[in-house]
C-alpha cells in the first residue's frame, strides 16, 4: 500500500528544475504580472535562471520575482510552461527576478511598496509552503494564490529549503526545524514595517514551521505581534496530532482563532502518517470538532473534488473565494461561538449560500462549479 501511495504521489509529470526560472519577454495581451517579495533559507544556486536549490544556505536571503499570469489561467491551476522559457500567452513565466543584497535592501522595498498603497491595501500576505517542494514550485503557487485572489497588498513568500524530494522527508523536518529563527525574523521584520495588516498562510510541513515559530516566541511579544496579524491559515497541515496539542497548550488561546483546512482524503498525509509511525496529521483529522474546541476555526475540504493527484492542495482552490471566506470568518458567530442563531451573510453575496450557525459548526455553500459539495466550518467557543 505505501510503495503505491508514493507512485501516486511521485506522479508522472516532470518538475521543474534547474533554469525553470528563465525570463520571457515576449508579449501576451491580457496577462497579469504580480511582483513576489522573497525570503529564503535555502542556498544560492549558481546555474542561470535558478536562483535558489533545496541545500540550506548559512544565513538568511532576499529576493524578488515578478511573475507573469496567462490570461486563460484557470483557478486553483497553475499553467507550467511546456518547454524554457515559457510562453506569457499559455504559461506562467517570469518577467524579472534578481537577489536584493541584504535586510535594510529587502525593508527598503518593503516599505517603498507599502507606501506606494492606500492604507486600506496595507497588508502583507505572507505564505510558508510545505514539504516536497522546490523553488519555483513555491514561487508559482504562491502567485496563483495571489492572483485568484485579487490580492491587492504586498505578498512575500518565505521559502524554506525543501530539496523538492519524495525521499527526502526527514531532511527536509530538519530544514523546518532550522528555519525557525528565520521566520521569526522575518514576521517582526514585516511587523516593524509600514504594514497594517499581516495575512499568513502555511501549507503542509510549513504549518509545523509555522506553530514552532509561534511557539517559541516570548508570549508579550506573540502579544505585540498579534496586533497586526488579521488571521493564520493552517492549510493541510502535516503536523502529528499531539505535537499540534502542545504546540496550542504553549501557545495559549488566541484573540483571533487559527483556521486550519483540513481533508480526511489527503494521501499526502497518509503517507507521513505512515512515516511517523501511524500518528494521525493535523490536515487529515476527522474530529473536527476537537480541534475547534482547541481553539480553532476548521474548514473541512473533504468533500471538494481534488485537482492534484495527492488531494494535498484544495487550499489552492479556495483561493478564488478568498475575500467571501474573509467575510464569514469575521461574523461574531463564527468567531465568538455563537450558539442557536442563524444569520444571513448579506454583503458576503449570494454565491456563498447562506451562513448557518449552530452549536459547534457553520455551513457554507459555495459554487457547484467550484466545489462538488459544502464546505464546513466547525468554530469552539472562546
Same mark, same amino acid.
Given at each position: 500500500?505505501?510503495?503505491g =501511495?508514493?507512485?501516486?504521489?511521485a506522479?508522472?509529470?516532470?518538475?521543474?528544475d534547474?533554469?525553470?526560472?528563465a525570463?520571457?519577454?515576449?508579449?501576451?495581451?491580457?496577462?497579469?504580472?504580480?511582483d513576489?517579495?522573497?525570503v529564503?533559507?535555502?542556498?544560492?544556486?549558481?546555474?542561470?535562471?535558478?536562483?535558489?536549490n533545496?541545500?540550506?544556505?548559512k544565513?538568511i536571503?532576499?529576493?524578488e520575482a515578478?511573475?507573469?499570469?496567462?490570461?486563460?489561467?484557470?483557478?486553483?491551476?497553475?499553467?507550467?510552461?511546456?518547454?524554457l522559457?515559457?510562453?506569457?500567452?499559455?504559461?506562467?513565466?517570469?518577467r524579472?527576478?534578481?537577489?536584493i543584497?541584504g535586510q535594510?535592501?529587502?525593508?527598503?522595498?518593503?516599505?517603498?511598496r507599502?507606501?506606494?498603497?492606500p492604507?486600506?491595501?496595507?497588508?502583507?500576505?505572507?505564505f510558508?509552503?510545505?514539504?516536497?517542494?522546490?523553488?519555483?514550485?513555491s514561487?508559482?503557487?504562491?502567485?496563483?494564490?495571489?492572483?485568484d485572489?485579487?490580492?491587492?497588498?504586498?505578498?512575500?513568500?518565505?521559502?524554506?529549503?525543501?530539496?523538492?524530494?519524495?525521499?527526502?522527508?526527514v531532511?527536509?523536518?530538519?530544514s523546518?526545524?532550522?528555519?525557525?529563527?528565520?521566520?521569526?525574523?522575518?514576521?517582526?521584520?514585516?511587523?516593524?514595517?509600514?504594514?497594517?495588516?499581516?495575512v499568513?498562510?502555511?501549507?503542509?510541513?510549513?504549518n509545523w514551521?509555522?506553530?514552532?515559530?509561534?511557539?517559541?516566541?516570548p508570549?508579550?511579544?506573540?502579544?505585540k =505581534?498579534?496586533r497586526?496579524i488579521?488571521?493564520v491559515?493552517?492549510?493541510?497541515?502535516?503536523?502529528?496530532?499531539?505535537?499540534?496539542?502542545?504546540?496550542l497548550?504553549r501557545?495559549?488561546?488566541?484573540?483571533?482563532?487559527?483556521v486550519?483546512?483540513?481533508s480526511r482524503?489527503?494521501?499526502?498525509?497518509?503517507?507521513?502518517?505512515?512515516i511517523?509511525?501511524?500518528k494521525?496529521r493535523?490536515?487529515?483529522?476527522?474530529?473536527?470538532?476537537?480541534?475547534a474546541?482547541?481553539?480553532a476555526?476548521?474548514?473541512?475540504?473533504?468533500?471538494?473534488?481534488?485537482?492534484?493527484?495527492?488531494?494535498?492542495?484544495?487550499?489552492?482552490q479556495l483561493?478564488?473565494?478568498?475575500?467571501q471566506?474573509?467575510?464569514?470568518?469575521?461574523?461574531?458567530?463564527?468567531?465568538?461561538?455563537?450558539?442557536?442563531?442563524?444569520?444571513?451573510?448579506?454583503?458576503?453575496?449570494?454565491?456563498?449560500?447562506?451562513?448557518?450557525?449552530?452549536?459547534?459548526?457553520?455551513a457554507?455553500?459555495?459554487p457547484?462549479?467550484?466545489?462538488?459539495?459544502?464546505?464546513? =466550518?466547525?468554530?469552539?467557543?472562546?
Open positions: 500500500m505505501c510503495a =501511495l508514493i507512485l501516486v504521489l506522479g508522472c509529470a516532470s518538475r521543474p534547474a533554469g525553470a526560472l525570463v520571457s519577454t515576449l508579449q501576451a495581451p491580457g496577462a497579469t504580472t504580480h513576489i517579495l522573497v529564503s533559507t535555502r542556498e544560492r544556486d549558481d546555474r542561470p535562471d535558478t536562483y535558489f533545496g541545500e540550506r544556505a544565513s536571503d532576499f529576493a515578478r511573475i507573469s499570469v496567462p490570461p486563460n489561467h484557470k483557478p486553483g491551476n497553475i499553467e507550467w510552461p511546456a518547454t522559457p515559457g510562453d506569457p500567452k499559455t504559461s506562467f513565466v517570469p524579472q527576478a534578481g537577489f543584497d535594510t535592501a529587502f525593508t527598503s522595498r518593503l516599505n517603498q507599502l507606501s506606494a498603497l492604507p486600506s491595501q496595507r497588508t502583507v500576505f505572507l510558508i509552503h510545505g514539504y516536497n517542494t522546490r523553488f519555483p514550485e514561487l508559482y503557487r504562491f502567485t496563483q494564490l495571489v492572483h485572489a485579487d490580492f491587492e497588498g504586498v505578498p512575500v513568500l518565505f521559502t524554506w529549503a525543501s530539496r523538492g524530494k519524495l525521499q527526502d522527508y531532511y527536509d523536518l530538519n523546518a526545524a532550522i528555519a525557525r529563527d528565520s521566520l521569526e525574523k522575518t514576521i517582526r521584520l514585516i511587523n516593524h514595517s509600514k504594514v497594517e495588516r499581516i499568513i498562510l502555511a501549507h503542509s510541513m510549513g514551521l509555522m506553530m514552532e515559530t509561534a511557539r517559541q516566541i508570549p508579550s511579544d506573540r502579544r =505581534l498579534g497586526k488579521e488571521r491559515f493552517l492549510a493541510a497541515p502535516d503536523i502529528d496530532i499531539d505535537v499540534f496539542k502542545a504546540q497548550k501557545i495559549g488561546r488566541q484573540p483571533k482563532p487559527f486550519i483546512l483540513v482524503d489527503d494521501r499526502a498525509l497518509r503517507l507521513s502518517k505512515t511517523a509511525g501511524g494521525e493535523v490536515g487529515a483529522y476527522e474530529n473536527d470538532e476537537e480541534l474546541q482547541l481553539g476555526i476548521v474548514v473541512d475540504l473533504t468533500d471538494v473534488e481534488a485537482t492534484d493527484a495527492a488531494h494535498h492542495s484544495k487550499f489552492s483561493a478564488e473565494f478568498s475575500q471566506v474573509q467575510k464569514i470568518l469575521s461574523q461574531p458567530g463564527v468567531m465568538e461561538g455563537a450558539a442557536g442563531r442563524e444569520t444571513q451573510l448579506g454583503s458576503a453575496g449570494n454565491d456563498l449560500g447562506s451562513f448557518i450557525s449552530s452549536t459547534a459548526r457553520v457554507v455553500t459555495l457547484v462549479a467550484v466545489v462538488t459539495a459544502p464546505i464546513n =466550518l466547525a468554530t469552539g467557543n472562546p
